[in-house]
């Protein structure tokens, strides 16, 4: 498909077969370039660091899904698989100026630094009984399935008041949330179910509060600066779903990347770098999330050589952003957990919309890699790292399982 300027837009690849290799495309196309996503939809993306950082305080990029041309005209079906991420309701996430203000401090308000702090005795214990869960040394073992996934699913549900046991139905809708392969009969329903769960979680906690999140946000509707019901289940929902997916890939890429790079891993095993820069090469150089949507243009924004014109979308490509050689220099498309710009990636956004929770992923990799790693010093991939399979999630770099060996 042209984009009217004679360059064909770069189609995103449903199954993620090659994230490495669509980045360096993106990138190479300049800061600004035509893609195509999933089920045909044309947007922009921001590929560069410099120019993402400056579109993601631009004022003229908004929230607002009714500024987008394509939606107003009926182009956007409501089947969509990632409707849900396009439209996912009222809440801080999909509202900009005095109203995004108002919703996230009542949010910060809520996910104070010394709650999160108080989760890492959780976060240790829940990580001391994954651990002890594992089998014997020597075993071959699917770490995603019985570490890297429950870890932050039973954090984020204690943070956020959820029953554990919706956590086996909330894996099942999630998964498809976020896939490109949903078929389309089961969009609606999924978004539907997903909302009912988290409208009866609100009333459960309006009937009787708790020490957790939900009931924070609550008891803060109840105090003056009011949120409505609808607004306080989007933005459970956005916690939830961002809260655990995001830190399920920090820490499965982390173990890749650790056991594609023996050196660097040897090196942290020593004490000669710290967990902290393990973490956050990680998040540069294979960023959890790999494409945030979705931004829309009140007015023509130019972008180098290129505009994105008045009404279009446009998405964040944090892959590509992540190895751009102006920012992170000419090694940047290698994993140096000893690098100078290690702590200058904007993985976690920047801007009004940074995420909310990225000390809380912090915090829960820097309790989890430590603690697997000395159980286990070393465990390795059990399969080659060409034969890990990508999960057809276009916003998230995420594997469908990791094999390891448990070695020590």
């Excluded at 669509?22 to 660091?49: C, I, K, M, N, Q």
């Excluded at 964040?316 to 100078?340: C, L, M, N, Q, W």
Aim: hydrophobic fraction near 45%.
């Amino acid at each position: 498909m042209s984009t009217g300027t004679g360059a064909p837009r770069i189609a995103l690849d449903p199954f993620v077969s090659d994230l490495a290799g669509e980045s360096a495309a993106l990138r190479a196309a300049g800061p600004l370039a035509a893609v195509e996503l999933p089920g045909g939809v044309p947007v922009w993306a921001v590929t560069h660091h410099a120019e993402a950082k400056a579109l993601l305080t631009d004022p003229r990029l908004v929230k607002d899904i009714e500024v987008w041309g394509a939606w107003r005209r009926g182009e956007i079906p409501a089947d969509w698989p990632l409707i849900g991420l396009a439209n996912p309701g009222r809440s801080m996430l999909t509202v900009d100026g005095a109203d995004h203000r108002r919703l996230r401090t009542l949010v910060a308000q809520a996910l104070t630094p010394r709650r999160v702090e108080r989760m890492r005795e959780r976060i240790g214990k829940l990580t001391q009984d994954l651990l002890d869960a594992l089998p014997a040394e020597g075993s071959t073992v699917d770490l995603k399935a019985a570490f890297a996934y429950p870890l932050p699913m039973y954090v984020i549900a204690d943070l956020m008041g959820l029953p554990e046991a919706r956590l086996p139905r909330l894996k099942v809708l999630f998964e498809k949330f976020f896939s490109t392969q949903t078929p389309p009969q089961e969009v609606v329903a999924t978004l539907t179910e997903l909302a009912q769960i988290m409208a009866e979680t609100v009333a459960a906690k309006r009937a009787e509060p708790g020490d957790d999140l939900t009931s924070a946000l609550v008891l803060a509707s109840q105090d003056g600066d009011r949120l409505t019901d609808q607004e306080i289940v989007s933005t459970l929902q956005l916690m939830v779903a961002a809260g655990h997916e995001t830190t399920i890939s920090l820490i499965v890429n982390a173990v890749v990347n650790l056991s594609t790079h023996p050196e660097q891993r040897d090196l942290v095993l020593s004490g000669g770098a710290d967990w902290s820069a393990v973490i956050e090469e990680t998040l540069r150089w294979s960023t959890p999330t790999s494409h945030v949507l979705i931004r829309f243009a009140t007015e023509d924004v130019p972008v180098g050589d290129r505009v994105i014109p008045a009404g279009d979308a446009l998405i964040v490509s944090y892959a590509a952003i992540g190895r751009d050689e102006k920012a992170h220099g000419p090694d940047a498309g290698e994993f140096d957990i000893t690098r100078e710009t290690v702590n200058r990636h904007i993985s976690f956004g920047h801007g009004p919309h940074v995420c909310p929770g990225a000390a809380l992923s912090r915090l829960e990799a820097g309790v989890a890699l430590p603690a697997l790693y000395a159980r286990f010093p070393g465990l390795d991939l059990a399969v080659p790292a060409a034969e890990l399979r990508n999960k057809p999630v276009v916003t998230q770099n995420d594997l469908f399982e990791l094999p390891v060996r448990l070695g020590v």
